[in-house]
T-cell receptor, first 112, second 115 residues
């Protein structure tokens, strides 16, 4: 069966450290993978997109890697801040499809 | 950036009544909009794809007669939960892509509570 797993439901990290979130997928052939941030009671907000032929993408303190052999994406937040506390969702779209499938999310808490 | 507006933010209704949720693209035209449902501590589950001027496409297991979708204009899609029951209580979120962009712009969501 198809699965998108974010293997940490919750992650606590000290302010200033690098947070690393993991997204693993099974039985998908993604054209690209996206990461979103969701705050409680709100809709997700797009952060980064990485395509199947890209290894790494950066945006300010954010970095995403994509390994199609391992079927895994890693999402890093460097110099983490309490304001980074939120749930982070990975999502992928398969080649030729027209909708996103979401992982279960990781709730990140950055402790001051 | 692109903005998607969703109303109402929350609604409480009695079992058996119908509830309409609106999703508007404020600064762009959306020929396609997506409706998701999210239960507590679970991920977003796609319910249906709303297509302007044509019938919506429903995901497997979603009752089209219960969740009525209308996409009558390029900036508005509505989801009507008909004869709502307590098990329909959930967080409903709409989203839309802008142009050919792959990323989605999400509404702020609607928390539905059916008593």
């Amino acid at each position: 069966s198809q699965k998108i797993e974010q293997n940490s439901e919750a992650l606590n990290i000290q302010e200033g450290k690098t947070a690393t979130l993991t997204c693993n997928y099974t039985n998908y052939s993604p054209a690209y993978l996206q990461w979103y941030r969701q705050d409680p009671g709100r809709g997700p907000v797009f952060l980064l997109l990485i395509r199947e032929n890209e290894k790494e993408k950066r945006k300010e303190r954010l970095k995403v890697t994509f390994d199609t052999t391992l079927k895994q994406s890693l999402f890093h937040i460097t110099a983490s801040q309490p304001a980074d506390s939120a749930t982070y969702l990975c999502a992928l779209e398969e080649t030729g499809a027209n909708n996103l499938f979401f992982g279960t999310g990781t709730r990140l808490t950055v402790i001051p | 950036g692109a903005v998607v507006s969703q109303h109402p933010s929350w609604v409480i209704c009695k079992s058996g009544t119908s509830v309409k949720i609106e999703c508007r693209s404020l600064d762009f035209q959306a020929t396609t909009m997506f409706w998701y449902r999210q239960f507590p501590k679970q991920s977003l589950m796609l319910m249906a794809t709303s297509n302007e001027g044509s019938k919506a496409t429903y995901e497997q297991g979603v009752e089209k007669d219960k969740f009525l979708i209308n996409h009558a204009s390029l900036t508005l899609s509505t989801l009507t939960v008909t004869s709502a029951h307590p098990e329909d209580s959930s967080f409903y979120i709409c989203s839309a892509p802008r142009g050919s962009s792959e990323k989605l712009f999400f509404g702020s969501g609607t928390q539905l509570s059916v008593l």
